[in-house]
């Protein structure tokens, strides 16, 4: 049962591209969770997806940031006209129902030149 | 909101050396993950325990819901224990993180 995955696992971009971040959840997992984490820090929650849905994404800042959960494919976090600011490690989580285990995938390391 | 806490930050301790870490939540919680993040940044889940004890080879957890603490026990530690320890508390289906409690463990 292969666990979650995220792609791509570094992804560096200047500042003003778009940063586009894939999760796939464990097989049978219909809930996911984005987080990211500043250097020296705990993990952040940005936003909760179920499919199709946005479930709370009180976490996530309201310009330049989105999150889907399309009914078919991976769970995608959106980052436009990205800032030095936004470099961190961003990972998802999935779980089988919400209030479960929260299983999390290897994160992608989003650096902004 | 939940605040969480952890204890010590950091921790050198020698090879085949016993630790306990602290987690304190400040709410009442319906689950509680222990995470160990590895040099390499990996999330490794540990134990999902919102109450009692569960054991996992040299790792223990402990966590006593009605005082709003739980403790991680390590024992005989390994090189390969190094990392990060989080612990991380559920507030409606988002896991807020403790600032960790850093572990070097030295051959």
């Known amino acids: 049962n292969a666990g979650v995955m995220q792609n791509p696992r570094h992804l560096v971009r200047r500042r003003g591209q778009e940063a586009r971040l894939r999760c796939s959840p464990m097989?049978?997992?219909?809930?996911v969770y984005w987080y990211r984490q500043l250097p020296e820090e705990g993990l952040k929650f940005m936003v909760y997806?179920?499919?199709?849905?946005?479930?709370?994404e009180s976490g996530m800042p309201k310009e330049r940031f989105s999150a889907e959960f399309p009914k078919e494919g991976p769970s995608i976090l959106r980052i436009q006209q990205v800032v030095r600011g936004d470099s961190a490690a961003y990972f998802c989580?999935?779980?089988?129902?919400?209030?479960?285990?929260?299983?999390f995938g290897p994160g992608t390391r989003l650096l902004v030149l | 909101g939940i605040q969480v806490e952890q204890s010590p930050p950091d921790l050198i301790l020698q090879e085949g050396a016993n630790s306990t870490l602290r987690c304190n939540f400040s709410?009442?919680?319906?689950?509680l993950q222990w995470f160990h993040q590895n040099p390499w940044g990996q999330l490794i889940n540990l134990f999902y325990?919102?109450?009692?004890?569960k054991q996992n080879g040299r790792l223990s957890a402990t966590t006593v819901a009605t005082e709003r603490y739980s403790l991680l026990y390590i024992s005989s530690s390994q090189t390969t224990d190094s990392g990060v320890y989080f612990c991380?508390?559920?507030?409606?289906?988002?896991?807020?993180w403790g600032a960790g409690t850093k572990l070097i463990i030295k051959p």
């Open positions: 989580a999935s779980s089988p129902l919400s209030l479960e285990t929260q299983y």
């Open positions: 097989k049978g997992h219909s809930h």
């Open positions: 997806l179920q499919k199709e849905n946005i479930i709370d």
């Open positions: 709410d009442s919680v319906n689950n």
């Open positions: 325990i919102p109450s009692g004890t």
């Open positions: 991380a508390v559920d507030s409606n289906y988002q896991l807020i």
